[in-house]
């Protein structure tokens, strides 16, 4: 695996280059900022290293994910004094600190720096904000995108989780409360909900252009980003990426068992998930059923999340 991936970084020349020596490093970087699975520990080993601190790259991704874990002195030291250099484009949490802390910066367009602007005002990445949304409404629809027979209808006054291309799925009526998207997603007008989410461990901590994404585009009042605790903890238990409808029961199971929301008030409906291997991933375009999940595992973490939330809803319908 680790050669698959140091052999993938100079397969792209003009988009990321590195020493050699330093390669090994950037992997170890990029696989704690994928997995989530890191500290402050983890971080100062790697830190350390002479290389490290010597290779603008490595200070980058470093400072980013020592502000991902609110070490900010830390991500400082890292960056004061650090000439900016064009690659700092590709960390949006080292740029919006930047910004904040009149550090060196790369040089920007106006667009990109109205678009760091509005992120620094929009990205909640509190664990309890998608939690305190729910509370605002008098239940929660979760409704995937797998195969199944009838439209999926819900109260107007849940806050509903719509997945993907979901507007292409004709089981579905009504728009998402919150649109939630893997990093992969092209933005579209087509759907307005008033909020995003971004599953897998957060995006804007890691090597990515995908803030870029939001140049010009500028109508979402909040972009969450699930707990990089979640998402560490369910790629352990799963030995695979978890899916964004898996994050999204399990992120409301923890914020029911936490007392987040309140027991026993909220009402909510689970639907549009496969049962075991699905022979295909989409109602809407029969796409086959990624390998990038442990399907089987994924439905038996799935049933004890629903059993879960049972026992804390005032009332939880399930349907395929």
């Keep these: 695996m680790t050669q698959r991936l140091i052999s993938g970084l100079v397969a792209r020349p003009g988009r990321f280059l590195l020493r050699p020596n330093c390669r090994a490093l950037y992997t170890q970087l990029d696989t704690l900022a994928r997995t989530g699975e890191f500290d402050v520990d983890a971080l100062n080993g790697i830190r350390s290293h002479k290389l490290a601190r010597a290779t603008p790259e490595l200070r980058y991704y470093l ?42 910066l790369p040089r920007l367009s106006a667009e990109q720096t109205l678009c760091i602007d509005y992120l620094s005002r929009v990205i909640d990445n509190n664990p309890s904000s998608m939690a305190r949304l729910v509370q605002e409404h008098a239940g929660f629809s979760v409704v995937g995108n797998a195969p199944g027979d009838g439209p999926v209808t819900h109260r107007g006054d849940y806050c509903s989780f719509y997945f993907n291309d979901y507007a292409c799925n004709d089981r579905i009526v009504g728009e998402a409360s919150v649109h939630v998207v893997t990093p992969s997603w092209e933005v579209s007008r087509k759907y307005v909900s008033e909020s995003l989410c971004i599953s897998g461990n957060n995006i804007f901590h890691r090597r990515s252009r995908v ?15 699930f707990p990089r605790t979640l998402w560490a903890s369910l790629s352990l238990e799963l030995n695979a990426s978890p899916s964004a409808g898996l994050l999204m029961l399990e992120y409301l199971n923890h914020a029911f068992k936490f007392q987040q929301l309140p027991i026993g008030v909220i009402d909510g409906l689970v639907a549009g998930f496969s049962e075991g291997v699905p022979v295909v991933n989409h109602q809407y375009n029969k796409e086959p059923a990624s390998k990038r999940h442990n399907w089987e595992m994924e439905s038996l973490i799935r049933k004890r999340c629903i059993d879960q939330l049972k026992r804390h809803c005032a009332n939880l319908e399930w349907m395929q």
């Excluded at 900010?72 to 960390?91: H, K």
């Design 63 to 104: 400072a980013s994910l020592y502000l991902q874990i609110n070490e900010a002195a830390s991500a400082r030291e890292l960056l004061t004094n650090l000439p900016a250099r064009a690659c700092m484009i590709w960390y949006f949490s080292v740029l919006k600190f930047c910004c904040e802390n009149t550090l060196a």
């Design 211 to 225: 803030w870029q994404k939001f140049c010009g585009y500028n109508e979402y009042r909040s972009i969450y980003t």
